[in-house]
C-alpha cells in the first residue's frame, strides 16, 4: 500500500513569489492535514480537509490557502512568499478523524 | 486550549540503557495520544498510539507508552536503545474538540552513544 506522496521534496521560492505543494493520500483516506514545521515554532497545524470541506484551520494569515479534489488529493497554496515561510511542509493523511494520521515526507521551502 | 509539554529537549543515552521521554499533556475532554519519530530529513513515523482500551501500548520496535489519565502524562519508554534509535520524538495529541487537528510538543532528540 503506498504511503502519502508529497510533491516537490525540495523548493526554492524567491520572495513575493507564490507556491503550491501537492499532497496525495493513502488510498481510502479521506481526511487530509498539513503543518509546517519550522526550528522556532516546531510543528504547527495549518489546516485540515474532509471530503473536499475544511472543517480546521490553524493559526496562519490568509496567505496561507488549501483544498481538497473529489480524489482526496490537497494542495496548498502560499501566496506573496516571505523569508519566515521557509520551512518543512508535512501533509497526513488518515481515515476518519480521531484515527492516527499517517505523514508524507515534506516538501523543504526555502525562501530566499 | 490542548497543550503538549515534553519535558526534555535533548536525552543523551548509552546504547544498551533505557529510556524514558517524558510528555504531559493538558485536556479537559476525551484525548487520543500518539508518538511520532523523525528521522533528519525526513517525515513522521507514528511510533504508537493511545485512542482507548489498554492503558500500555507497545510498539513493533520495542518501545511503549502508558496513558495516565489522572497525571496526565504519555512517557515512551524502552529498556534497551540501540544507535539506529536516534533521532527526534514528538508527542501529540487530539480530541473531540480539534477536528483533525493534532498538537505537538516540541519535541526530545533522543541521542544514543555507542
Known amino acids: 500500500k503506498a504511503g502519502v506522496t508529497q510533491t516537490p521534496r525540495y523548493l526554492i521560492k524567491t520572495r513575493g513569489q507564490q507556491v503550491t505543494l501537492s499532497c496525495s493520500p493513502i488510498?481510502?483516506?479521506?481526511?487530509v492535514s498539513w503543518y509546517q514545521q519550522t526550528p522556532g515554532q516546531g510543528l504547527q497545524f495549518l489546516f485540515e480537509?474532509?471530503?473536499?470541506?475544511?472543517?480546521n484551520k490553524g493559526n496562519f494569515p490568509g496567505r496561507f490557502s488549501g483544498r481538497q479534489f473529489s480524489n482526496s488529493r490537497s494542495e496548498m497554496n502560499v501566496s506573496t512568499l516571505e523569508l519566515g515561510d521557509s520551512a518543512l511542509y508535512l501533509c497526513?493523511?488518515?481515515?476518519?478523524?480521531?484515527?492516527?494520521?499517517?505523514f508524507g515526507q515534506g516538501t523543504r521551502l526555502t525562501v530566499v | 486550549a490542548q497543550s503538549v509539554t515534553q519535558l526534555d529537549s535533548q536525552v543523551p543515552v548509552f546504547e544498551e540503557a533505557p529510556v524514558e521521554l517524558r510528555c504531559n499533556y493538558s485536556?479537559?475532554?476525551?484525548?487520543?495520544l500518539f508518538w511520532y519519530v523523525q528521522y533528519p530529513n525526513q517525515g513522521l513515523q507514528l511510533l504508537l498510539k493511545?485512542?482507548?482500551?489498554?492503558?500500555l501500548v507497545e510498539s513493533i520496535n520495542g518501545f511503549e507508552a502508558e496513558f495516565n489519565k489522572s497525571q496526565t502524562s504519555f512517557h515512551l519508554r524502552k529498556p534497551s536503545v540501540h544507535i539506529s534509535d536516534t533521532a527526534e520524538y514528538f508527542c501529540?495529541?487530539?480530541?473531540?474538540?480539534?477536528?483533525?487537528?493534532?498538537?505537538f510538543g516540541q519535541g526530545t532528540t533522543l541521542q544514543v552513544k555507542p
Open positions: 497526513a493523511s488518515s481515515i476518519e478523524q480521531y484515527t492516527e494520521a499517517f
Open positions: 488510498s481510502g483516506h479521506r481526511s
Open positions: 480537509y474532509f471530503s473536499e470541506t475544511q472543517r
Open positions: 485536556s479537559s475532554v476525551s484525548v487520543y
Open positions: 493511545y485512542l482507548s482500551g489498554s492503558t
Open positions: 501529540a495529541v487530539s480530541g473531540s474538540s480539534n477536528t483533525g487537528k493534532l498538537i
